[in-house]
């Protein structure tokens, strides 16, 4: 495998403003405290459940469904911001968040998602470098579009004998509908083309279309999802989006939905953000289009995983967030269309830095 030690210099200064991101604006002198704070999950309410919510760091095109179908708080003084929350609604002449849009022509905004992530690799394993970055443009309301374009850079760290290119590279363009139908059923439906490639000679094999589509139940304090996620690729093509969001008091929030599940706790309340400590799991991975770097032969090469996170989520009530995160990486394969060379990888551990604009 090629030396993959070029890019570190060149993403210094992205680890830098991710850095700073997770200082976030409280630390920042004069920095006007929030006009509003989520209280309580209202989720009967004519808008309920309206919103896209991206996860501040999405895993495939336009965030995951799981965190898409976490319902929206209502924007009560006083109370804390829920993880992954998007920007409060200015509803009624209420309190105007910052960062929120004041003129009510604009149906539009845009949120800009980044993620960095260090996952060790060793000799007899598979570790990782990444860069990505994804905008989503979107309108916030009852019914309507969002739409986003983001991109994803991989520096992979050994093991010898993968035969794996050094770089693997992903872009894709998404478009994604939601509408709430009455107060209590809301449905989604998202597709994402993009193209996943070394780019040598082989990025053909690397186009998929992946999408989703699930509809939501909702009641009180709970919400239930049913859909499934069409992930295209080689060796997973879909899967079932299934569970229930449960937010049973205000520092407290559950979100049992699989492949993506997660349990959030408030610990710090402060005066202009708020941390929540949280655990997650996810079935993860990808594909992408290959050259083989011994035979040079173009292949495809699809890596399956099972990610367990624990990790600090700062929330602002403009809608910011950051995270700091720290991940075990277990039941991995590495699996080629060929089937030459095929591999399980031995578990690992990864960190990661993200946030929300």
């Known amino acids: 495998m090629r030396s993959i030690s070029d890019p570190l210099a060149s993403t210094s200064l992205r680890l830098a403003l991710a850095l ?3 200082c976030g604006p409280g630390a920042v002198r004069g920095a006007q405290p929030p006009a509003a704070r989520s209280q309580a999950l209202e989720l009967n309410g004519p808008d309920a459940a309206a919103w896209p919510v991206p996860s501040p760091i999405p895993e495939r095109p336009l965030g995951d469904p799981s965190l898409l179908a976490s319902p929206r708080p209502e924007v009560v003084d006083g109370g804390p911001s829920l993880p992954t929350a998007p920007r409060p609604e200015v509803v009624d002449g209420g309190p105007v968040p910052p960062g929120a849009f004041c003129d009510e022509s604009v149906t539009d905004e845009f949120d800009d998602t980044s993620r960095i992530t260090w996952v060790i690799g060793h000799r007899d394993g598979l570790g990782w470098f990444s860069m990505e970055d994804q905008g989503v443009l979107g309108y916030w309301g009852r019914t309507g579009w969002s739409r986003g374009l983001g991109y994803s850079i991989h520096f992979l760290d050994g093991p010898r004998g993968a035969d794996l290119p050094p770089r693997l590279y992903g872009f894709h363009y998404g478009a994604r509908f939601r509408d709430t139908v009455t107060d209590h059923f809301s449905y989604e439906v998202a597709v994402a083309p993009g193209i996943y490639s070394d780019f040598e000679d082989s990025a053909r094999d690397g186009i998929r279309v992946q999408g989703h589509g699930f509809a939501m139940w909702t009641f009180e304090t709970l919400q239930f999802v049913l859909g499934v996620d069409y992930l295209d690729r080689d060796t997973v093509k879909l899967l079932p989006v299934a569970g229930c969001v449960w937010a049973p008091d205000e520092a407290t929030r559950f979100d049992l939905v699989f492949p993506r599940p997660r349990v959030a706790r408030l610990v710090d309340r402060g005066p202009r953000r708020d941390r929540w400590f949280y655990v997650s799991g996810e079935y993860g991975g990808e594909s992408w289009a290959i050259e083989r770097s011994d035979t040079l032969l173009a292949d495809v090469a699809t890596l399956n995983e ?12 403009s809608g910011r967030a950051s995270v700091l995160e720290c991940a075990i990486h277990v039941d991995r394969e590495l699996l080629y269309r060929s089937g030459a060379g095929d591999f399980r990888p031995k578990d690992t551990v990864g960190f990661r ?5």
Not at 306 to 317: D, H, L, N
């Open 20 to 22: 700073c991101a997770l």
């Open 306 to 317: 099972t990610r367990v996170a624990f990790g600090i989520e700062s929330v602002w009530p």
């Open 353 to 357: 830095l993200g946030s929300r604009f």
